[in-house]
């Protein structure tokens, strides 16, 4: 009686209920991935406070990526049989409770249980790896303009959320901005999570509202092979996930690293913790016109295309850091923050349609999770071995030229992968073994 109800309140809205998915996790994400980048934030006052050293404190970030690791491939299956929303509201518990808990911190290792691991888990849960197992079942044609719109809530969040964080750090402490994000996650995330299903057809829905995509639709945003049924097993058989999960690795490599480490940098070049903060959040809002634009985009062109112009946009982010630091000036701040938020964070609008496409099937969300334990532990390395060649060379120099390196490689890794979609697709047309080319 109750999924009856569910199904006929579903039915009577005004609007597919698949658009309501894509408002929660658009606050969800603007919340639970800032509560994360925050961390740039409270690093230099942290350092101050405590006097540890750049990786002892940085690595707290990435210790909580090698946790979260190993719960990406798990979040898929827990989903199914917890549900979305359980397992939706068990990550704003322990985001919040990371956040809450971090602000009575004295030692290294709290910092690390509760930023790096509560934060982290929470971050997982309700971030790109969550919401990018949920939406791709509610869309098909129009996946990467639903997806970019969910995840451009981060942006918005972010032009809220840093300056207003960085003025309470400011006046009153970093435990005090610990102590109200907190807050601020249990009072919204709480309810509004409620709302969360996993699929459509627990409303009796279909994907796209109950609009099968057209031919020249599934065309363009379908990578996988014709009636293919993935699971795990198969995809670790293919040179094709291993060369999407290399690109994933140094995609969430560079962007954590630069993330983490970019207003620390700022201020040792000689920018003011005004201008930092400012940069940090402007780089996520400048993001918002750019996933939504780039994510249909890539409902048109493909994903292939618009993954090559976001690693392009990291590139141009490390160009304009190296610039930086002989020449500390507004240009090239603007120039930065429009090649990292504009084109870079373009990159979200396609995390989640890329394996779902490259491997649609039952197990499409246990392959994703395992393609984004790849990308943990990118994003685990990205800040501590940035911090580490910080500490070796005395500068960011060595550091940031690696990020640009590995910048151009992601690009290479996806567009291998997406490239042995080809050939696989033209296999299956002629009846050829899938596996043996793939």
Not at 357 to 378: C, K, P, Q, W
Request: glycine fraction near 12%; include cysteine; proline fraction near 5%.
């Amino acid at each position: 009686m109750r999924d009856t109800r569910q199904h006929l309140s579903a039915a009577r809205l005004p609007f597919y209920y698949g658009w309501i998915v894509v408002a929660v996790a658009f606050l969800t994400t603007a919340i639970a991935v800032n509560a994360r980048t925050s961390f740039s934030l409270l690093l230099p006052p942290m350092l101050t406070e405590f006097g540890w050293k750049d990786s002892v404190t940085a690595g707290a970030f990435s210790f909580g990526f090698l946790i979260t690791a190993c719960l990406s491939p798990l979040l898929g299956p827990l989903m199914d049989r917890l549900g979305a929303r359980l397992v939706m509201e068990l990550g704003v518990i322990c985001l919040a409770a990371g956040m809450l808990l971090a602000s009575l911190a004295s030692e290294p290792w709290h910092i690390y249980a509760t930023l790096g691991v509560l934060v982290a888990i929470g971050g997982v849960f309700l971030g790109f790896t969550g919401q990018g197992l949920l939406l791709p079942a509610w869309f098909v044609r129009r996946r990467g303009l639903a997806m970019s719109i969910a995840f451009s809530g981060v942006g918005v969040g972010s032009v809220v959320m840093m300056p207003w964080l960085q003025s309470i750090i400011g006046t009153m402490g970093w435990r005090a901005a610990c102590w109200r994000l907190g807050l601020l996650a249990l009072v919204v995330l709480v309810p509004i999570n409620l709302l969360t299903r996993r699929r459509p057809e627990e409303l009796g829905l279909a994907p796209d509202g109950g609009c099968a995509p057209t031919p020249d639709a599934r065309a363009r945003t379908r990578h996988a092979d014709p009636a293919a049924d993935w699971t795990l097993r198969r995809a670790l058989r293919t040179t094709r996930f291993w060369w999407l999960a290399a690109g994933y690795f140094g995609a969430t490599f560079v962007w954590y690293a630069v993330q983490v480490h970019q207003s620390k940098y700022l201020l040792e070049v000689g920018f003011s913790p005004r201008e930092a903060a400012w940069a940090l959040g402007f780089v996520s809002f400048a993001g918002v016109p750019g996933q939504i634009a780039l994510g249909q985009l890539s409902d048109r062109i493909g994903r292939g295309w618009v993954w090559v112009i976001g690693n392009g946009g990291f590139l141009g982010t490390y160009v304009a850091l190296l610039l930086l630091h002989d020449h500390p000036n507004q240009g090239l701040l603007y120039a930065m923050v429009f090649a990292q938020g504009f084109l870079g964070y373009g990159l979200i609008s396609v995390l989640g349609a890329i394996p779902a496409e490259l491997f649609e099937g039952r197990r499409s969300g246990t392959i994703f999770g395992t393609v984004m334990l790849a990308a943990s532990m990118g994003g685990a390395a990205g800040p501590w071995v940035t911090g580490a060649l910080r500490g070796y060379t005395g500068s960011y120099d060595l550091a940031f030229w690696f990020g640009a390196v590995l910048s151009v490689l992601s690009a290479a890794a996806v567009w291998r992968a997406i490239g042995l979609w080809k050939t696989a697709s033209n296999a299956a047309r002629i009846g050829a073994p899938v596996e043996r080319l793939v």
